[in-house]
Each structure stands twice: as structure tokens, then as C-alpha cells.
């Protein structure tokens, strides 16, 4: 079993940042192909970004591309999602998740998810 806890989100201004931060514990995250989603009121969830198990490739929604930028620290058990030049429509609440070697940007694909948290974006 893996726990995940979000944290990071919060209230910002258009053109701001936020850094997420997902904490796991239970098992190494060096085990795990990390993703972020993210859901917005009425919206079904989305892909945001992943990364590989040694932090060494990343993919993003298209979406998200240039303004977002995943990382992992494996020593500390600990993904990020650095968040510049936010959007009113990035308002959601972000989850993060844990999945196995080969999992890439279907939700479905991820074993274990966090609590989520909010990021809202005011324009």
C-alpha cells in the first residue's frame, strides 16, 4: 500500500505560482510511475502531467505544456508540480497517484491516488 498527501494548493492570482508537493509513505516511490490530475467542478478528471520511476522522463497535457513542470525526489519520497503562469482555468483540485512501470496518462492505469488539493486561479 502507498499513501499519498497532497499539499501546496491554495489561492493565486492569474500569471501567479504555486508548487505542489505530494508526500508518499509505505512503500520507496522509486517503484512508481507518479501522475497528476486534476478535477474541476463538473468536469470529468483530467490528465495534468507524469513522470518515469527515476525522474528522468516527463510527459504534459498540451494543456499544461511550458508552464508546469513535474519533478520527483526519490530520497525524500516526494513529487512536485511547479505551477508558473497559472490560468483561471486551472482552477481544480489536483490529485496525485501512483501507478505502475508503464503507466502513462489514463487515470485507470494508477493504483493509488491522494486526497487532492485546491488550486484556485482568480482572474
Known amino acids: 500500500q502507498v499513501q499519498l498527501v497532497e499539499s501546496g494548493g491554495g489561492l493565486v492570482q492569474a500569471g501567479g505560482s504555486l508548487r505542489l508537493s505530494c508526500a508518499a509513505s509505505g512503500r520507496p516511490l522509486s517503484n512508481y510511475v507518479m501522475g497528476w490530475f486534476r478535477q474541476a467542478p463538473g468536469k470529468e478528471r483530467e490528465f495534468v502531467s507524469t513522470i518515469n520511476w527515476s525522474g528522468s522522463s516527463t510527459y504534459y497535457a498540451d494543456s499544461v505544456k511550458g508552464r508546469f513542470t513535474m519533478s520527483r525526489d526519490n530520497a525524500k519520497n516526494t513529487v512536485y508540480l511547479q505551477m508558473n503562469s497559472l490560468k483561471p482555468e486551472d482552477t481544480a483540485v489536483y490529485y496525485c497517484?501512483?501507478?505502475?512501470?508503464?503507466?502513462?496518462?489514463?487515470?485507470?492505469?494508477?493504483?493509488?491516488w491522494g486526497q487532492g488539493t485546491q488550486v484556485t486561479v482568480s482572474s
Open positions: 497517484a501512483a501507478g505502475p512501470r508503464g503507466a502513462t496518462r489514463y487515470d485507470k492505469q494508477y493504483d493509488y
